[in-house]
């Protein structure tokens, strides 16, 4: 049993190994690459943007309060 694990690490490193080469060596992976992490940080910074503008209408909303209490 453990000579069929073994087998199975081998083979699955090999396998990993062409498939990343292959991969890195792509330029249509590489655009794709790069067009998903301009459009993660994008989310990002619309994200933080949002969560920036949710804490200041709180804080707004958090100063209305205690001036009419």
């Not at 989310?43 to 909303?61: D, G, M, T, V, Y």
């Amino acid at each position: 049993m453990a000579g069929g694990n073994f087998m199975h690490r081998v083979l699955t490193y090999i396998v990993n190994e062409l498939v990343v080469d292959r991969l890195a060596n792509s330029h249509s992976f590489q655009r794709f690459a790069v067009k998903s992490s301009k459009a993660l940080e994008e989310i990002s910074q619309r994200a933080l943007q949002q969560r920036e503008k949710l804490f200041e209408q709180l804080e707004q909303a958090s100063k209305t309060l205690k001036a009419e209490v």
